[in-house]
């Protein structure tokens, strides 16, 4: 078995991004009629697209829910980025409910939250390692953020389990093009230069070049990067998303997918009522233009993201507004390509297989 796995036959439930969203994570699952065990009573299966964990306030009951799935083979699941950051220890904004140098930060934003005890930590972790990058099978392609048959190639020869020290092979080797480039000496610079952290949304700081360069690198060089977190370019304008201004800006790679396969991803913040303004930053626009809430997109419309932006409920509750209105969890059942939300709302998707053609 490699990080590449096969999806299993048969008629699948594809779950978005959860972002320790406990209760909408139950309601939808009570929704497509599962059980807390995973059994359908129709024999379907679910299918997750990873980023179980951070920003909500239930991350390790989401965990526990869904790893006792993995465990048992009633689910399948594919890692996410923020399952990635936990694998390798690498603290991130939302991440307080495990770590405890993120605490204090989290509070102001994410608070309360619920967060996991010690002892429970190294079984999830063993769980998570052994999850793969992607899933497939003749009609169907699942990854966490881009499918792209270069670093997919490249991950085929890698070995199940090996998600950690892969990533951190790559990541070493993006930090040796870095340290040739004397990226690190030029962010110190600039970091010297701008007087406010990076992870304050109320400071736009001015294009860091040396700061895109570092996000470039690892982007370009790590081929788990890529398909956990997307495909990448310098953007001059910063912007702020996901806890912290961003000087590269995210690529939308179906528009050069020209295989059969449906490919279905998360990870992009979509939103279900096209008025509401984007939870993941200007960026959305360069993703998905006039793309309807419903519609597949890309080269062949034969791509969908179904993260419909349940991850920034937290930003909902903080500002006082109703988080089920404007954020929601979905499902697509497939080969229906009907999607199911966790407001028990159903809605048959749009525009699947109709090719476009894309103009510069």
């Given at each position: 078995?490699?990080?590449?796995?096969?999806?299993?036959?048969?008629?699948?439930?594809?779950?978005?991004?959860?972002h320790?969203?406990?209760?909408?994570?139950?309601?939808l699952?009570?929704?497509?009629?599962?059980?807390?065990?995973?059994?359908?009573?129709?024999?379907?299966?679910?299918?997750?697209?990873?980023?179980?964990?951070?920003?909500?306030?239930?991350?390790?009951?989401?965990?526990?829910?869904?790893?006792a799935?993995?465990a048992?083979?009633?689910?399948?699941?594919?890692?996410?980025?923020?399952?990635?950051?936990?694998?390798?220890?690498?603290?991130?904004?939302?991440?307080?409910?495990?770590?405890?140098?993120?605490?204090?930060?989290?509070?102001?934003k994410?608070?309360?939250?619920?967060?996991?005890?010690?002892?429970?930590?190294?079984?999830?972790?063993?769980?998570?390692?052994?999850?793969p990058?992607?899933?497939?099978?003749?009609?169907?392609r699942?990854?966490?953020?881009?499918?792209?048959?270069?670093?997919?190639?490249?991950i085929?020869?890698?070995?199940?389990?090996?998600a950690?020290?892969?990533?951190?092979?790559?990541?070493?080797?993006?930090?040796?093009?870095?340290?040739?480039?004397?990226?690190?000496?030029?962010?110190?610079q600039?970091?010297?230069?701008?007087?406010?952290?990076?992870?304050?949304?109320?400071?736009?700081?001015p294009?860091?070049?040396?700061?895109?360069?570092?996000?470039?690198?690892?982007?370009?060089?790590?081929?788990?990067?890529?398909?956990?977190?997307?495909?990448e370019?310098?953007?001059?304008?910063?912007?702020?998303?996901?806890g912290?201004?961003?000087?590269?800006?995210?690529?939308?790679w179906?528009?050069?997918?020209?295989?059969?396969?449906?490919?279905?991803?998360?990870?992009?913040?979509?939103?279900?009522r096209?008025?509401?303004?984007?939870?993941?930053?200007?960026?959305?626009?360069?993703?998905?233009?006039?793309?309807?809430?419903?519609?597949?997109?890309?080269?062949?419309?034969?791509?969908?993201?179904?993260?419909?932006?349940?991850?920034?409920?937290?930003l909902?509750?903080?500002?006082?507004?109703?988080?089920?209105?404007?954020?929601?969890?979905?499902?697509?059942?497939?080969?229906?390509?009907?999607?199911?939300?966790?407001?028990?709302?159903?809605?048959?998707?749009?525009?699947?297989?109709?090719?476009?053609?894309?103009?510069?």
């Amino acid at each position: 078995m490699s990080l590449v796995q096969p999806l299993p036959p048969g008629a699948l439930d594809i779950v978005g991004d959860i972002h320790g969203e406990y209760s909408a994570l139950v309601q939808l699952l009570a929704n497509l009629g599962y059980d807390l065990q995973g059994n359908h009573p129709d024999g379907r299966r679910l299918v997750f697209v990873g980023d179980f964990c951070d920003r909500g306030p239930d991350s390790p009951s989401v965990l526990a829910l869904v790893g006792a799935m993995l465990a048992s083979g009633k689910a399948h699941a594919v890692l996410g980025n923020h399952e990635i950051n936990l694998l390798r220890e690498d603290a991130k904004d939302g991440s307080g409910w495990f770590f405890d140098s993120r605490v204090d930060a989290d509070q102001p934003k994410y608070a309360p939250f619920a967060r996991m005890p010690a002892a429970q930590a190294p079984a999830m972790l063993r769980l998570l390692n052994q999850l793969p990058i992607a899933l497939e099978r003749d009609d169907l392609r699942i990854v966490h953020a881009a499918w792209r048959p270069e670093q997919i190639a490249m991950i085929r020869k890698l070995p199940s389990g090996s998600a950690r020290a892969s990533y951190d092979h790559f990541e070493a080797l993006a930090d040796a093009q870095s340290a040739a480039q004397r990226v690190a000496e030029r962010m110190r610079q600039e970091e010297l230069s701008w007087p406010h952290s990076l992870e304050d949304y109320r400071y736009e700081p001015p294009f860091l070049p040396a700061h895109s360069e570092n996000e470039l690198n690892k982007a370009m060089v790590n081929p788990l990067k890529v398909l956990t977190a997307g495909v990448e370019r310098e953007c001059r304008n910063p912007f702020y998303a996901g806890g912290k201004w961003r000087f590269v800006e995210r690529v939308a790679w179906w528009n050069e997918y020209n295989e059969t396969p449906a490919v279905i991803v998360g990870h992009y913040w979509r939103r279900m009522r096209a008025a509401d303004a984007p939870a993941h930053g200007a960026q959305f626009e360069n993703l998905f233009g006039g793309t309807s809430p419903l519609s597949w997109h890309g080269l062949r419309s034969n791509v969908f993201c179904v993260d419909y932006s349940v991850g920034a409920r937290w930003l909902d509750r903080l500002r006082g507004d109703d988080p089920i209105q404007r954020s929601k969890l979905a499902a697509m059942r497939w080969p229906e390509r009907v999607l199911v939300f966790d407001d028990g709302m159903q809605a048959a998707t749009e525009n699947f297989g109709v090719e476009v053609v894309l103009r510069d």
